[in-house]
C-alpha cells in the first residue's frame, strides 16, 4: 500500500518560513518524480515545486527565489522549504508522487500566512 505522509504546515506571520516534508512508504522514491502541489479554497489544485527523478527542477513562477524543493531518496522524502511567506501562500499542500504508470497523493497539510 503507498501512502504518502505530509507534515510541517502550520500558522505563520507574512516574511516567515515553514518547511514541510514528505515521507513516502510502499514505493522507491528515486524512481519517482515528486512534487508539491497546493490548493487554496475556490481555486483549482496547481505545481508549486516539482524534483523529477533526474534531478530537474520546476517551480512555480509565483515561489522562484523564496521556496526550494529538495529529496532524500535514501529516506524516501521530499521537502518543502518555503521563505518569504505571503499570505497568497495559504493553502492546503499537496505531495505528489508520479511516474509514467503511476500517481499518488498525500492527505495535504494547512499552510495558513497570517498576522
Keep these: 500500500q503507498v501512502q504518502l505522509v505530509e507534515s510541517g504546515g502550520g500558522?505563520?506571520?507574512?516574511?516567515?518560513?515553514?518547511?514541510?516534508?514528505?515521507?513516502?512508504?510502499?514505493i522507491i522514491s528515486r524512481f519517482y518524480?515528486?512534487?508539491?502541489?497546493?490548493?487554496?479554497?475556490?481555486?483549482?489544485?496547481?505545481?508549486?515545486?516539482?524534483?523529477?527523478?533526474?534531478?530537474?527542477?520546476?517551480y512555480a513562477d509565483s515561489v522562484k527565489g523564496r521556496f526550494t524543493i529538495s529529496r532524500?531518496?535514501?529516506?524516501?522524502?521530499?521537502?518543502?522549504?518555503?521563505?518569504?511567506?505571503k499570505p497568497e501562500d495559504s493553502a492546503v499542500y499537496y505531495c505528489n508522487a508520479a511516474n509514467t504508470f503511476r500517481s499518488y497523493w498525500g492527505q495535504g497539510t494547512q499552510v495558513t500566512v497570517s498576522s
Excluded at 518547511?19 to 513516502?24: D, E, G, I, N, P
Excluded at 532524500?72 to 511567506?85: A, E, H, P, R, T
Design 11 to 26: 500558522l505563520v506571520q507574512p516574511g516567515g518560513s515553514l518547511r514541510l516534508s514528505c515521507v513516502a512508504s510502499g
Design 33 to 58: 518524480n515528486m512534487g508539491w502541489y497546493r490548493q487554496a479554497p475556490g481555486k483549482q489544485r496547481e505545481l508549486v515545486a516539482s524534483n523529477t527523478s533526474g534531478g530537474s527542477t520546476t
Design 72 to 85: 532524500d531518496d535514501v529516506k524516501n522524502m521530499v521537502y518543502l522549504q518555503m521563505n518569504s511567506l
